[in-house]
């Protein structure tokens, strides 16, 4: 049974294969062209594609895992982020190929139900759309702690820890600036990346040529790996959640300006930029604290490592940061999330209401709800590495799809598919970068699996369910 289709613009089909579930449309330098007219216009640029992917991931790496990830793997948790970015890259290079043949809002979802048909596409895009709503979730979590720390720095003592309140607070604001424009949140995002790259390039330079000797105190180095070779994997599987910016950024591929040039650069590019600033983060960290320490301290460790360089003032300048990088990183997962949901709509796969666009401010402020109000509820929990992990295990899942959707689009290609972007070493980078995000899932906890796996088991009955049956209808 092949679920793929074979002309024309790319459809999805349901699990027969004989409707299509997409609306006829095209693709413009200018805009996403539907029958009943434009609707999400191209205002991201190159540098707001960038914005989105490293904004995204800059946060969870640099700010809230430092601490987690020494406890779990020592020193080596530098090696684990190297993982982590490796896969990631993978992941990049076919996404990117997949994201210049179908340049369109929703992304994973899109790409791999127009590759491996519906039934793949639903447990993709509902997982999609979960998995960032656990993400943004996380973020926000991470940004209550750094506004906690900003306050007890200040000296304001509250009776109960402010953090989750926090969290949810500013979770509200950020779904609220998505819903006034795209170009307004991407404008922020571009602000709000630029500051936090100009402190944390300051700052990294500074500890890495103290963790080299060539100023500050002597330090005496703890072993690489103290907890053996099984906690660098398993951590790598836990702080993937800090690589999942690139693939946000094929989330709203309908609006990035000239796609088949600026999609590639600002997914891949954003990889590998932040990949360095993981490694060199843990090694100046691991450099000035012992392990122990560093996970004494928690979501705020970066935070004593910088105080440990130059007192005050390095605490003060990097709470700010994390205040910067957990907003941006929520920020754009709240966007992608949306995007999702948009996507999934205008397939017919969710209630065609979700995908209807604000007259005033051109978004989509149904989809922004059904995204903004789960991540609200999950930042309520507080629970830090669990919200991580399953974000991880539905990306995961989703990435090694996308490897397996570009293989068969390649085997058995559609009149439609024309990539401006060719993934290089065909079939062995989407080869290996299937294994390995299928593979990482395996070192993750068993509670995040559980949950993870739950959601598609849902996502699949949401699909007989509902999705199957409206399709079979007609009903697009």
């Not at 003032?313 to 949901?341: E, K």
Request: net charge negative.
């Amino acid at each position: 049974m092949d679920e793929r289709p074979d002309a024309g613009d790319p459809p999805a089909t349901n699990v027969e294969g004989d409707q299509p579930v997409i609306d006829a449309s095209m693709e413009t330098e200018d805009a996403t062209v539907h029958e009943e007219g434009t609707e999400l216009e191209r205002t991201i640029t190159l540098t707001g594609g960038l914005s989105i992917g490293v904004g995204t991931m800059i946060g969870a790496g640099i700010f809230v895992f430092p601490g987690l990830a020494a406890g779990r793997a020592g020193p080596a948790a530098a090696a684990s982020f190297a993982i982590g970015a490796v896969v990631a890259l993978l992941v990049a290079l076919p996404a990117s190929e997949l994201a210049t043949a179908m340049p369109r809002s929703g992304g994973g979802y899109y790409f791999i139900s127009r590759g491996l048909g519906t039934v793949y596409g639903t447990v993709v895009g509902l997982g999609l759309w979960l998995g960032l709503v656990f993400a943004s979730a996380f973020y926000l979590v991470g940004f209550g702690h750094y506004a906690a720390a900003v306050l007890a720095e200040i000296g304001i003592q509250l009776s109960v820890n402010p953090a989750v309140p926090l969290g949810v607070l500013f979770g509200a604001l950020l779904t609220g600036l998505s819903m006034t424009g795209t170009e307004r949140a991407a404008a922020v995002q571009n602000v709000v990346v630029g500051l936090l790259l100009v402190i944390l390039s300051i700052f990294l330079a500074y500890g890495s040529l103290d963790s080299l000797g060539l100023f500050g105190a002597e330090s005496t180095p703890e072993r690489f790996a103290p907890f053996g070779p099984m906690p660098v994997i398993s951590t790598a599987a836990l702080v993937f959640t800090s690589y999942l910016g690139f693939a946000q950024v094929a989330t709203v591929a309908g609006e990035i300006e000239q796609p088949s040039r600026n999609l590639p650069l600002a997914m891949i590019g954003s990889v590998v930029v932040v990949g360095l600033f993981y490694v060199t983060t843990i090694f100046v960290a691991t450099s000035a604290f012992s392990s122990g320490d560093l996970e004494a301290f928690g979501e705020t460790a970066i935070v004593e490592v910088a105080r440990e360089f130059v007192g005050l003032p390095g605490a003060v300048a990097i709470l700010v940061a994390g205040l910067l990088a957990t907003v941006s990183s929520a920020n754009a997962s709240i966007l992608s999330s949306s995007r999702a949901v948009y996507a999934l709509s205008k397939d017919a796969l969710l209630p065609r209401r979700a995908s209807e666009i604000n007259l005033r401010y051109g978004t989509p402020h149904v989809a922004l709800g059904l995204a903004g109000v789960p991540i609200l509820l999950l930042t309520a929990t507080g629970q830090v590495e669990l919200l991580a992990e399953v974000a991880s295990f539905l990306h995961l899942v989703m990435y090694g799809l996308l490897c397996v959707a570009l293989l068969v689009l390649r085997r058995n290609p559609p009149e439609w598919y024309d990539p401006d972007f060719r993934t290089p070493a065909y079939p062995v980078v989407p080869v290996v970068g299937a294994l390995a995000s299928f593979g990482l899932i395996a070192f993750m906890d068993f509670r995040s699996i559980a949950i993870g796996i739950g959601v598609m088991i849902v996502s699949v009955g949401w699909y007989f369910v509902y999705a199957d049956e409206i399709t079979l209808k007609g009903q697009v």
